[in-house]
């Protein structure tokens, strides 16, 4: 069972190879967002993403018996570049099970940290990720549906409750559940009046499907601009603990979250992955909607862009 204690452990044990991000005010982009704008910038993590923490605290859970089998995982990108950091720091192995349809930047990010790269279609990466574990003896790293990886992400909630804690709410955006389980225990505990919603693509409607389904159901896999938010289906030890904490979950259409990216890049100066903006798509597209003296966290999840992603600003 997840626990909130798991977290500051969590904290603790990563902190040698994690950094505290920043969390900034952008006054400048209040206008078009309708509140009081704040930024927790994951994509400043060492890796350039929130995955990093999950991934380490997973790492440094096992035995050595384990980490000298080498680590195996699926990922869209951003996870993986968090085990193939990891791996390196402990002196073993990796390898990465990825989407043909990641982006260029971030395979290669993953390569140029030593892991091997495994391709395959998005629907066949776990299966391709265990079937390797299985051959190899490596240790699986979950990207999202383990305890020691929500554990990590949570960390994340740890330090907006230290750092801002007179917000009023916090946007995140989801796929497995990982961040936003990890996210939400952890400020439930220590700011429990904080709104915490969260924003997945319209596409791959996991999470909006499965709370009205009761229990954790599968989608369709289709494509979006949000390559970090591909997950099918909740993860089953993630989907309870966002339903017990998460107050909104909204769909987001591509054409938003890449105007969120938009506005993030040419009024607030930040660059940041499409994924990471679906928060502030899902208010440009008005599927949440907050008062302007209301302080509001936008979580900046990853800053892995390629210039063919930065290309199709010109089209919103």
């Known amino acids: 069972m997840f626990t909130v204690q798991m977290i500051p452990e969590a904290q603790r044990r990563i902190a040698p190879y994690v950094l505290e991000t920043p969390l900034l005010r952008l006054p400048a982009l209040d206008e078009a967002l309708g509140c009081r704008v704040y930024v927790k910038l994951e994509s ?63 395979v290669e990010a993953v390569r140029a940290l030593g892991a091997e790269v ?40 740890l330090e907006i409750a230290r750092q801002q804690p007179d917000l009023d709410a916090v946007v995140i955006p989801v796929s497995g559940g990982g961040l936003l389980s990890g996210v939400s225990t952890a400020l439930r505990a220590e700011a429990p009046h904080m709104k915490i919603c969260g924003a997945e693509p319209a596409a791959l409607p996991r999470y909006t499907a499965s709370l009205a389904a009761g229990e954790p159901v599968s989608v369709e896999s289709k494509p979006t601009l949000a390559d970090a938010l591909v997950t099918q289906r909740p993860g089953d030890l993630c989907f309870p603990v966002v339903r017990q904490n998460a107050d909104r979950i909204v769909d987001v259409e591509d054409d938003f979250t890449l105007r969120g990216m938009k506005v993030l890049l040419t009024e607030g100066k ?47």
């Open 118 to 157: 495994v391709q395959c279609d998005v629907t066949e990466r776990f299966a391709r990720a265990e079937q390797i574990r299985a051959e190899r003896g490596a240790t699986l790293i979950p990207p999202y549906n383990d305890l020691f990886v929500m554990a990590g992400q949570g960390t994340i909630g």
């Open 270 to 316: 930040l660059l940041a992955e499409p994924s990471s903006c679906i928060g502030m798509g899902a208010v440009l597209q008005g599927a949440l909607r907050f008062r302007p003296e209301e302080k509001v966290c936008f979580l900046i999840s990853g800053g892995s862009v390629g210039l063919e992603q930065l290309r199709l600003l010109d089209t919103v």
């Open 44 to 106: 400043m993590q060492t890796t350039g993403a929130f995955k990093l923490r999950g991934a380490m605290n997973r790492a440094l859970s096992l035995t050595p018996e384990e980490l000298s089998r080498g680590l195996v995982t699926a990922s869209s990108g951003n996870h993986g570049k968090g085990v193939a950091y990891a791996a390196r720091m402990l002196g073993t192995t990796a390898v990465i099970v990825m989407p043909w349809t990641a982006p260029a930047i971030k």
